[in-house]
T-cell receptor, first 116, second 113 residues
């Protein structure tokens, strides 16, 4: 049973470029959340997708956008990259079987994005 | 907005000893979930233990247990019989319903042989 998979593992971009990160959720999971983890800090919530729509969004600018596909996989897009976007980007999946939220989120290994 | 605070940037414990990691949070809600995640150098966040706010009984998972004080908004993690493999960053997290989680800044745990 594959867990959450993310690609690529590492990525180097320059300022002003655009990047797309990908995530495949754990089998049976239908909800995908994205987090940004700067070096030495805890993860910060970017947004969450369910039923192919953005359900909740954290305090991130519109340069950060996403998409969820019918097979529940998801993409995170970042436009006009800034040096401050350098971070580990984590994808987490979970089941939306009830509103209680007691289903834990399972995380992937992340994509390390470096901006030069 | 809900905030999660981990006041111990680093902690150290001798192998086979017990260590407690602290976490406090701020919320005006009564129903929520609290989690402890472990992040080794391999980067993957691994769920250690979770606690439902409506349950008074503290959660336990093998060598890991929590001390949940709802009125004090405190959620500490106790690791008993520490092992070398426990060395990692530990993050406390808050979640309400199915929303995104809010994490603390983390505590780096070192285990000395």
């Amino acid at each position: 049973d594959a867990g959450v998979t993310q690609s690529p593992t590492h990525l180097i971009k320059t300022r002003g470029q655009q990047v797309t990160l990908r995530c495949s959720p754990k089998s049976g999971h239908d909800t995908v959340s994205w987090y940004q983890q700067a070096l030495g800090q805890g993860p910060q919530f970017i947004f969450q997708y369910y039923e192919e729509e953005e359900r909740q969004r954290g305090n991130f600018p519109d340069r950060f956008s996403g998409h969820q596909f019918p097979n529940y996989s998801s993409e995170l897009n970042v436009n006009a990259l800034l040096l401050g976007d350098s971070a580990l980007y984590l994808c987490a999946s979970s089941q939306n079987i009830d509103r209680a939220g007691n289903q834990p989120q399972h995380f992937g290994d992340g994509t390390r994005l470096s901006i030069l | 907005a809900q905030t999660v605070t981990q006041s111990q940037p680093e902690m150290s414990v001798q192998e086979a000893e017990t260590v407690t990691l602290s976490c406090t949070y701020d919320t005006s809600e009564s129903d929520y979930y609290l989690f402890w995640y472990k992040q080794p150098p391999s980067r993957q966040m691994i769920l250690v233990i979770r606690q439902e706010a409506y349950k008074q009984q503290n959660a336990t998972e093998n060598r890991f247990s929590v001390n949940f004080q709802k009125a004090a908004k405190s959620f500490s993690l106790k690791i008993s019989d520490s092992q070398l493999g426990d060395a990692a960053m530990y993050f406390c997290a808050y979640r309400r319903f199915t929303r995104g989680m809010r994490f603390g800044a983390g505590t780096r745990l070192t285990v000395k042989p």
